[in-house]
């Protein structure tokens, strides 16, 4: 028996700040093998002008979930439910015109691999062009200028002749940059980045995360940050989320996060990660088993059958419960606040060094 | 443990290689590679299609793997690292320059003359779903290399695979599955399996936890560091992730352009880098900082623009055209990779100009990107690490 506790019962209101919110989010896909629940139940809040970074390794849900948002998803194989909020408009129930106006103007995307989100059979400049005639109802000469102004903001050298140019013949991180100027060509309130710098080597990619960073400060849109790269997310965010098999189980802000973690599953990612000053006498603590299937999740709390704390809870709370995140600062752990602190303390923290 | 390893490096000056105590037999050379080179042809023109170019993948390379070491390579894309792997397993045939194994030449070794060092040189690959063959059963792909080779192990062959199994952290019941029963990271597991069936010397391994989620990375990493010491296998691991090349390696190898930048001890590389680009690679890896100091400790150095075609690479220095320190000099005359003073003995730089020996945070950032320096300017409390 499951009892799923849905969180304090009906949708917990907006807070009144946020410039988007989702509560109680359930997005699933029918397939040929049976119904996938890639997303369960999931609640957030952004406030205007800060980064979201949510974490979480592939088949988590992240990703899903902010193709939900945008409203990109399949409606033929695709059931959603729950509540997208953004600046007041309801977004799950919009029709298409309706999220037409928005994608692009209102709310950009940074997909992946800027090779297969970029067209190549339109130049760099129509194509970043495109979205501020339509949104803005620009001339095409000033929409022009308005991309070739953009390419050199993300810094493309020479942009006017660059415009010219089709997407092959742009490096990796010249694309992404070409990718970053056509999300914030309309200057968007909330701009979804999704694993924008995971194909790219790592100097490029230090460039463009401290470009994103300093044109959110020149724009001030809302980020919402996905990556699997907690170190990338700790350079960006102000929030972290912590995504495990379709929901949220750990929030907070960076700090909190990162230095006094208290999901099992954080512990895990944490102690799993070789970092560049970590202590080469201490082996990885890599989280045992692997990351279920959303076919036939786990119940209770989908991470117990990978947790080694699960003898702390005692009894069969683990998995007949699913423990309930807080909209603020916590964990989804059935583990209590005390346990918590010492279990980090004691057991993982050491193994940090 | 491997602490000590590196510690030991200090008595040996001339070598690239410096010794390695941990070996069986102590410090003596494996894979010696000298002046390396692979040049893809580009071929192009109308109507007769001919040679106009080369791909400099790899361009002179030296390097020697010591028995029983885990020597890392590291670099960005297009840098050669992975082209140096297949060089060295002779999947490529080199365009110049030696490999020898052993004492024994096997730059252009035939098939024939290859086949007993094949069963001492194993491979393994990135990625774990194209890497095995989906119609085989697990048992078959890991009795591969043995039936090939003709092995009988004393037990025969099933007892010998389901052994492998077992040390690879599987369930030995599953000889009978077909790999697309198995998640990514088990799928490696049986990638290093098959490895490990002919008991070789030498394993290069090419980017072999890069596809895989971070929990199960780190199953992988233990699982390889566990092979290495156990087995003392040497490991040539090639990787783009310096954490994880930190982890794994003895002696690491930075590559740039198909060149050797620098190469040393790990932690003359990673605490005392000489080269500007390893500076700039160490720098540009995102952090967590787990201390809870909001402080930069580290350097921050962002390069401007992308590592330049291998088509057409620049003269002299290869990194000179996004460098800070490049004079009239690095584009003349290209540095030879050597020991410069100050440095440990083996650990060896290319630079004309090197840097101090550290990778603490400078005075002042060195932000060569345009638009970041731009932006930087007008909004001088950004930059988040750099304040």
């Known amino acids: 028996m499951t009892t799923v506790t849905k969180e304090s019962g009906a949708p917990a209101p907006a807070a009144e700040d946020a410039f988007l919110s989702v509560r109680d989010l359930h997005v699933s896909f029918r397939t040929e093998d049976g119904v996938v629940r890639a997303v369960d139940g999931l609640s957030f809040d952004l406030r205007r002008g800060r980064t979201l970074g949510i974490v979480g390794e592939s088949g988590s849900g992240k990703s899903v979930t902010n193709l939900t948002i945008l409203g990109l998803h399949n409606p033929m194989f695709t059931t959603v439910e729950g509540e997208i909020v953004l600046d007041g408009q309801e977004l799950i129930t919009a029709r298409e015109p309706e999220l037409e106006k928005l994608r692009g103007n209102k709310v950009a995307m940074i997909f992946q691999d800027p090779l297969t989100a970029l067209s190549p ?67 968007p309130d909330l701009l979804i980045a999704d694993e924008p710098t995971t194909a790219l080597d790592v100097t490029v990619q230090a460039q463009i995360l401290d470009l994103l960073k300093d044109l959110q400060q020149e724009f001030g849109s809302a980020i919402v940050f996905i990556t699997h790269d907690l170190g990338v ?15 949220a189980v750990e929030r907070g802000t960076v700090d909190e996060v990162l230095r006094s973690p208290q999901h099992p599953y954080t512990w895990g990612l944490l102690n799993s990660m070789p970092r560049l000053d970590s202590d080469l006498g201490t082996p990885l603590t890599p989280i045992p088993g692997t990351p279920p299937s959303l076919l036939t999740p786990p119940s209770g709390c989908r991470f117990h059958p990978r947790c080694g704390f699960r003898g702390e809870v005692g009894g069969t709370r683990c998995v007949d419960e699913q423990p309930l995140l807080p909209l603020g600062r916590g964990g989804a752990c059935h583990l209590t606040a005390e346990q918590k602190r010492t279990i980090f303390i004691e057991q993982i923290k050491p193994r940090l060094r | 443990m491997k602490e000590e390893v590196v510690d030991v490096t200090k008595d040996e000056a001339t070598l690239p290689a410096p010794r390695d105590a941990a070996a069986d037999g102590p410090g003596e050379p494996l894979l010696v590679v000298e002046q390396l080179v692979k040049h893809f042809p580009v071929k192009g023109g109308f109507p007769i299609r001919r040679t106009i170019g080369a791909v400099q993948a790899v ?126 990271g088990q799928r490696q597991r049986i990638g290093v399996a098959r490895a490990l069936a002919l008991e070789p010397k030498l394993i290069v391994a090419d980017e072999p936890v890069s596809a895989l989620d971070v929990s199960i990375q780190a199953q992988v990493v233990n699982l390889l560091q566990k092979v290495q010491k156990e087995l003392g296998i040497a490991f040539l691991f090639i990787a783009h992730d310096l954490a994880v090349v930190r982890h794994f390696s003895h002696r690491v190898a930075v590559m740039y352009l198909g060149k050797i930048i620098e190469v040393g001890d790990r932690d003359s590389i990673y605490t005392r880098p000489r080269h500007p680009y390893t500076h700039a690679l160490l720098s540009a890896v995102p952090e967590v900082n787990l201390d809870g100091t909001d402080e930069a400790q580290r350097e921050r150095i962002r390069l401007a623009g992308d590592v330049p075609s291998p088509i057409s690479p620049p003269s002299g220095c290869r990194f000179r055209t996004r460098c800070w320190k490049a004079q009239d000099k690095c584009a003349t005359q290209e540095p030879p990779l050597v020991q410069i003073s100050g440095n440990r003995p083996g650990h060896l730089t290319a630079c004309h100009f090197p840097e101090e020996p550290t990778v603490e945070a400078r005075e002042e950032d060195i932000v060569l990107d345009p638009a970041l320096a731009a932006l930087e300017d007008t909004q001088p409390k950004t930059g988040g690490a750099g304040d």
């Open chain 1, 233 to 247: 997310i700790a350079d960006m965010a102000d929030d972290i989320m912590v995504m495990y098999a379709g929901s």
């Open chain 2, 59 to 184: 361009d002179g390379i030296d390097l020697t793997v010591r028995v029983g070491e885990s020597f890392g390579l590291v670099g960005e894309s297009g840098c050669g690292k992975s082209t140096t792997g297949r060089l060295i397993t002779r999947l490529l045939e080199p365009t110049g320059g030696k490999i020898s194994y052993r004492g024994q030449d096997i730059t252009h070794a035939s098939r024939k003359q290859l086949a007993p060092i094949r069963s001492e040189i194993q491979m393994i690959f990135q990625d774990p779903y194209s890497s095995l063959n989906p119609r085989q059963t697990v048992g078959k792909i890991i009795s591969g290399p043995m039936e090939i080779n003709g092995i009988q192990p004393s037990g025969g062959r099933e007892e010998r695979v389901r052994e492998l199994l077992e040390i690879v952290g599987l369930n030995p019941e599953h000889y009978n599955r077909f790999p697309h029963e198995f998640s990514g």
């Open chain 1, 121 to 187: 059979y339109y130049t760099v400049g129509r194509q970043i062009a495109e979205p501020f005639m339509k949104h803005t109802g620009a001339s095409k000469k000033a929409a022009w200028e308005r991309a070739v102004e953009m390419l050199g903001k993300v810094g493309i050298p020479h942009p006017k002749e660059r415009a010219k140019d089709y997407p092959h013949q742009f490096s990796g991180g010249m694309r992404q940059r070409a990718m970053i100027a056509m999300a914030l060509v309309c200057d």
